[in-house]
């Protein structure tokens, strides 16, 4: 669980294999598919724009911040080997 | 486990499904209840007014930083699924 | 596993129930020990000067910083429950 | 799962014994060789030129940044106890 540095959005992995982020400015939640097991680990980017999540799977993706979206092109080349 | 900014308050989470948040000043621990099952993750935001915690029964619950209390308010609304 | 604000320690915990830290400045490590099961959790103080441990039995710790040594008049008051 | 302080490299562990560092220059991923187990910590230093990794086997490695290596001078005199 991991707050952005503004504080504005806090994200979580979860063991459906999803990760949420939450907005405080309009306190939705998004839900970010595509690892395909657990979610254990999320972790922003000091400059908040970029959600890093690692799953059992042994994947780490990449996501936008905002609006939060897999962005296919940061995938780690070797991730999830 | 992990201190607020300010260093005058440390959270962690239990596996009896409370948050535990020490006070600097006072020396007591509040024990803050509502997750249904062990917390395993728990973190300040920048600004150190709140505390998300993370559950393993998938809930992630927002706390007011002080005093240490839920708000219902805030509980991510699709959180727990 | 946690550095210092510094950078100029590294600590990190152990299944031994120990708590260890890396001075850079000498290359020695320290072994912490007051824990009774497995500690998987350690963080810096804001300002370098405390470590708090958490452990599998329930409890968390605060060590002085340096030397790191347990500072028993610190150890939360309800912890462990 | 960590970003380091600029940004520029992600680096986590994984169960495969490697600790994996992805750099945004560039788009490639570096795998970090030297642990026996499972690795399920990573953190850079503050100023970004270590990065120190956690393994299930007991020990904590530290790699230089850039690029990542082992350098073998800096592991802990008695990690792995």
Same mark, same amino acid.
């Given at each position: ?11 979580? +992995?979860? &063991? ?7 907005? #405080? !400015?309009?306190?939705?939640?998004? @839900? ?8 254990? +680990?999320? &972790? ?7 959600? #890093? !999540?690692?799953?059992?799977?042994? @994947? ?10 897999? &962005? ?10």
């Amino acid at each position: 669980v991991a707050f952005s540095p503004d504080g504005r959005r806090l994200a979580w +992995g979860s &063991t459906d294999a999803t990760v949420k982020v939450w907005e #405080a !400015s309009t306190g939705d939640v998004q @839900t970010l598919r595509g690892h395909l097991s657990s979610v254990h +680990g999320v &972790t922003f980017s000091p400059d908040g724009r970029r959600l #890093a !999540s690692a799953s059992q799977d042994g @994947t780490v993706k990449f996501w936008d911040v905002p609006p939060p979206r897999e &962005t296919s092109g940061w995938v780690a080349n070797d991730a999830g080997q």
